[in-house]
């Protein structure tokens, strides 16, 4: 079946590190890739998508690039700041369905 | 609301007691999900509601679990005879559904505490 690995965290930065958290996926035909983040204290929020090969997502300098030679969309950001601290879900939907399968979660922590 | 909302927000039970976990969706959206969020374990998928379809049951993991939606708006996730397993935060989210806007809105959870 469908489904999503990411890298176990936690991962620990000092601010201003670049980040990569990684992930890949199985899945048949071209599923749309997602990444969403959960804050401290906070429900779980859409930061980036991708719906077909090439794609890039962006948004908060955060950065994936839906790779489907690798069957990758690893999250990037150049230059990490403590208030990105929060558990980062990869996220899938499979073309023809409208569930989405998530990750297990990355928490990243960034010291000051 | 503003937002989509989920009561309660903490309910402990005793082992063998059953629970009603509600959930309102964002007003319009139709299409609405419940995930399960344990700890080491990720989001797990179990219901997926879209409209008047019949929903989409193939992740729930027992007979024990069930869920309805009503008029198409307000769900309610029934667990019976809940048992220490079942300990586990469960996520509500709703999208505006098929063709439209593809982005998940989450509400803040249930925890749910089996003892």
Same mark, same amino acid.
């Given at each position: 079946?469908?489904?999503?690995?990411?890298?176990?965290?936690?991962?620990?930065?000092?601010?201003?590190?670049?980040?990569?958290?990684?992930?890949?996926?199985?899945?048949?035909?071209?599923?749309?890739?997602?990444?969403?983040?959960?804050?401290?204290?906070?429900?779980?929020?859409?930061?980036?998508?991708a719906?077909k090969?090439?794609?890039?997502?962006?948004?908060?300098?955060?950065?994936?690039?839906?790779?489907?030679?690798?069957?990758?969309?690893?999250?990037?950001?150049?230059?990490?700041?403590?208030?990105d601290?929060a558990?980062?879900?990869?996220?899938?939907?499979?073309?023809?369905?409208?569930?989405?399968?998530?990750?297990t979660?990355?928490?990243?922590?960034?010291?000051? | 609301?503003?937002?989509?909302?989920?009561?309660?927000?903490?309910?402990?039970?005793?082992?063998?007691?059953?629970?009603?976990?509600?959930?309102?969706?964002?007003?319009?959206?139709?299409?609405?999900?419940?995930?399960r969020?344990?700890?080491?374990?990720g989001? !797990?998928?179990?219901?997926?509601?879209?409209?008047? @379809?019949? /929903?989409?049951?193939?992740? +729930?993991?027992?007979?024990? =679990?069930?869920?309805e939606?009503?008029?198409?708006?307000?769900?309610t996730?029934?667990?019976?005879?809940?048992?220490? !397993?079942?300990?586990?935060?469960?996520?509500?989210? @709703?999208? /505006?559904?098929?063709?439209? +806007?593809?982005?998940?809105? =989450?509400g803040?959870?249930?925890?749910?505490?089996?003892?």
């Amino acid at each position: 079946g469908d489904s999503v690995t990411q890298m176990e965290g936690p991962v620990t930065l000092s601010e201003e590190a670049f980040l990569t958290i990684n992930c890949t996926y199985t899945a048949t035909g071209y599923p749309s890739l997602f990444w969403y983040v959960q804050y401290p204290g906070e429900g779980l929020q859409l930061l980036l998508k991708a719906t077909k090969a090439d794609d890039k997502g962006s948004n908060k300098g955060f950065e994936a690039t839906y790779r489907k030679e690798t069957t990758s969309f690893h999250l990037e950001k150049g230059s990490v700041q403590v208030s990105d601290s929060a558990v980062y879900f990869c996220a899938l939907r499979a073309s023809g369905t409208y569930k989405y399968i998530f990750g297990t979660g990355t928490r990243l922590k960034v010291l000051a | 609301g503003a937002g989509v909302s989920q009561s309660p927000s903490n309910k402990v039970t005793e082992k063998g007691k059953d629970v009603e976990l509600r959930c309102d969706p964002i007003s319009g959206h139709t299409a609405l999900y419940w995930y399960r969020q344990s700890l080491g374990q990720g989001l !797990e998928f179990l219901i997926y509601f879209q409209g008047n @379809s019949a /929903p989409d049951k193939s992740g +729930l993991p027992s007979d024990r =679990f069930s869920a309805e939606r009503t008029g198409g708006s307000v769900s309610t996730l029934t667990i019976q005879r809940t048992q220490q !397993e079942d300990s586990a935060v469960y996520l509500c989210a @709703s999208s /505006p559904g098929q063709g439209k +806007l593809e982005k998940l809105f =989450f509400g803040s959870g249930t925890q749910l505490s089996v003892l």
